[in-house]
């Protein structure tokens, strides 16, 4: 038997996964994935169903997107700032009780509060809006927490690819639930779900052990100068803020994720448990990607497969609205997950690699504002659209502004189009 050489345990694909630390992080990260996507999944539903409106779809996510841009420049300097376990436990505790408190506007005395006059959903929009608000100080956390936990850099790649296709796998599963759960045994019971999973989450962060902050490099800054040194860096590295830019926009008006109850109940006419399989149906195409790219990583012309990625994103959006048949409407869903997990682990790898640790933090914050609340206000866009053009012509606009974004970074971003992500290649970076 040969003995296994450095080179090849580089190339291990499980390497991340054999260190116990990370294991619980994934593990609880999967709870809260999945009871985040149960949750909403099921406030879609239960809002349209209330109002019969794309635009109050629309309005779901920019009620989270508004907090979380808020504070996202502020809880980056706070996560490069304090230890980033005490921030995640706090955010997962007030999404436990935003999960409280739905389950509770879905049982009957809740339902009390949701009479039809002008402000009937008011009680539901301020619980995605709090709930906004924890996101915002989660995400840099967590993006911020995870390389902590590897003891070197050689782990780093395969965690990213872990991370994504556990997140995809969990977001897989968490629509399908929601939907079974909407069918079978009613809002409530959805929401329930939800807050047992966020629980176990809680637990489950609980038992990481938690890690000193990385020592700052220079002089101590003052807060605004701390605050917006995320943006400086991002903003002087253009191979970075193409990259951004471009997933920005692609996401911003290629979405059609945000109309999906629609497409269920009114073009493809197959109710809550259909709606459960066209919102899996992207994390599906997603979790096979990623875990492809576990095994086969994207190095060498890294920056061209994503711009071909970005770009078939938008024809498989253009597609999907314009078909009527399920299968073919699953399929389209599926490929948009699958060009997607490519765009999501390069500009995860980039951010990674490219970022010093005592700066991830204001970096991630950053991204968020960038790439993390452009889903919902897309789904803002996309809702907004809709109501004036009309579903389908929506989601063709979106594709359409997509595949506009890729020709143009295409054409302007050299240093993204040339991108290489081989070790020869970013050591001399």
């Known amino acids: 038997m040969s003995v296994p050489t450095a080179s090849s345990a580089r190339h291990d694909p499980y390497a991340a996964l054999r260190i116990p630390d990370f294991r619980r992080y994934l593990t609880a990260r999967i709870c809260l994935t999945l009871a985040t996507r ?32 808020g504070v996202s420049l502020y809880a980056g300097h706070v996560a490069d700032s304090v230890k980033r376990k005490n921030i995640i436990m706090a955010a997962v505790v007030c999404l436990l009780f935003c999960a409280l408190a739905l389950t509770w506007l879905a049982s009957p005395a809740g339902l009390r509060l949701l009479t039809r006059d002008a402000f009937y959903t008011l009680p539901l929009y301020a619980v995605i809006f709090v709930s906004g608000i924890a996101r915002g100080f989660m995400g840099p956390a967590t993006f911020s927490f995870m390389p902590q936990l590897l003891p070197d850099r050689e782990h780093l790649g395969n965690a990213i690819t872990w991370n994504s296709t556990t997140w995809q796998a969990a977001s897989v599963l968490g629509p399908a639930i929601g ?55 991002i903003w002087g590295n253009q191979l970075i803020l193409a990259a951004l830019a471009l997933d920005l926009f692609a996401v911003l008006f290629g979405g059609a994720v945000a109309l999906l109850p629609i497409f269920a109940v009114d073009i493809l006419k197959v109710g809550a448990a259909g709606l459960g399989h066209l919102e899996a149906a992207p994390a599906v195409g997603s ?30 959006t253009i597609g999907f609205a314009l078909s009527t048949n399920i299968w073919l409407s699953l399929l389209l869903l599926f490929l948009t997950g699958v060009f997607d997990s490519v765009s999501v682990i390069v500009r995860s790898t980039l951010l990674h690699t490219f970022t010093p640790e005592h700066l991830k933090g204001r970096v991630s914050a950053v991204n968020n504002i960038f790439i993390g609340s452009s889903n919902e206000i897309g789904s803002f866009e996309s809702g907004t659209v809709a109501r004036l053009l009309g579903v389908v012509t929506s989601v063709v606009f979106g594709g359409t502004m997509t595949l506009v974004v890729v020709a143009l970074t295409a054409l302007k971003a050299d240093k993204l189009r040339h991108l290489d992500l081989t070790p020869e290649a970013v050591k001399s970076e």
């Open 38 to 69: 149960i949750q909403g999944l099921v406030i879609a539903w239960q809002i349209f169903k209330l109002t019969n409106d794309p635009l109050a779809l629309g309005l779901i996510g920019l009620a989270e997107a508004v907090p979380s841009i």
């Open 179 to 233: 939907g079974y759960l909407i069918a079978h045994l009613g809002v409530a019971n959805a929401y329930a779900a939800s807050t047992m999973l966020l629980g176990l989450a809680l637990l489950l962060f609980g038992t990481v052990a938690s890690r000193p902050l990385p020592p700052a490099v220079g002089a101590r800054e003052d807060l605004r100068t701390s605050i917006l040194s995320g943006i400086r860096f």
């Open 287 to 316: 979790v096979l990607m990623a875990a492809l790219l576990t095994y086969f990583p994207l190095r060498r012309h890294a920056g061209r497969k994503l711009l071909w990625a970005v770009a078939g994103f938008g024809l498989a």
